[in-house]
């Protein structure tokens, strides 16, 4: 993965490291969102969102996710799936704190997904929120979180213009991976 995400960095495709995150609700319905890649290590794929965001009630609920990186400039998708793991505060509070200011006064509200009335109710909320961080700059989300997604199966897809497609899939099996190539 880390070798294709290179490419993808030299090949300057737009936003290389944003990734679909797909959840499942509590009555089995799917939803999806683009998130962004914060890092890659043993554990797995990170990503930082809010607990009370859509996203973070679901995977409450069910701690399985899916992820899918395109990079159509390649003709290259990625697709993970695994369980997720919440870091934990001490995590959460230093991707918070390397937040934008505007990205730590929104998430500082705590009302992703829910309905907003009106754009004034959203622009007095982050105006205060704003002042709020100007006077306690050190202030963090306790919402705050990075999640980690295990690796339990990962398929590399590269296309082709006479749609033979190459599919390669590892799945773990014990502690290692079984690869198989998938049919196109």
């Keep these: 993965f880390l070798q294709w995400l290179d490419i993808a960095i030299?090949?300057?495709?737009?936003?290389?490291h944003a990734m679909?995150?797909?959840?499942?609700?509590a009555d089995g319905f799917p939803d999806a969102r683009i998130l962004i890649l914060k890092n890659i290590d043993e554990l797995g794929f990170h990503f930082a969102i809010s607990l009370a965001s859509r996203k973070g009630r679901h995977l409450s609920i069910r701690s399985q996710a899916a992820l899918t990186f395109y990079w159509q400039k390649l003709a290259r998708q990625v697709r993970v799936r695994g369980l997720v793991?919440?870091?934990?505060?001490?995590v959460g509070r230093a991707d918070f704190e390397a937040r934008p200011l505007g990205s730590r006064a929104a998430a500082m509200l705590g009302r992703q997904s829910?309905?907003?009335?009106?754009?004034?109710?959203?622009?007095?909320a982050l105006t205060a929120s704003l002042q709020q961080l100007r006077?306690?700059?050190?202030?963090v989300s306790s919402l705050w979180r990075v999640f980690a997604i295990s690796i339990d199966e990962i398929?590399?897809?590269?296309?082709?213009p006479d749609r033979r497609h190459e599919r390669l899939r590892f799945r773990r099996e014990g502690s290692h991976f079984l690869r198989e190539r998938l049919w196109p």
């Design 10 to 16: 030299s090949c300057k495709v737009p936003e290389p």
């Design 155 to 160: 398929e590399f897809w590269q296309g082709a």
């Design 135 to 139: 006077i306690n700059p050190t202030a």
């Design 20 to 25: 679909t995150l797909s959840t499942v609700d």
């Design 114 to 124: 829910d309905v907003l009335s009106s754009l004034e109710e959203l622009d007095d």
């Design 85 to 90: 793991t919440d870091l934990g505060p001490t």
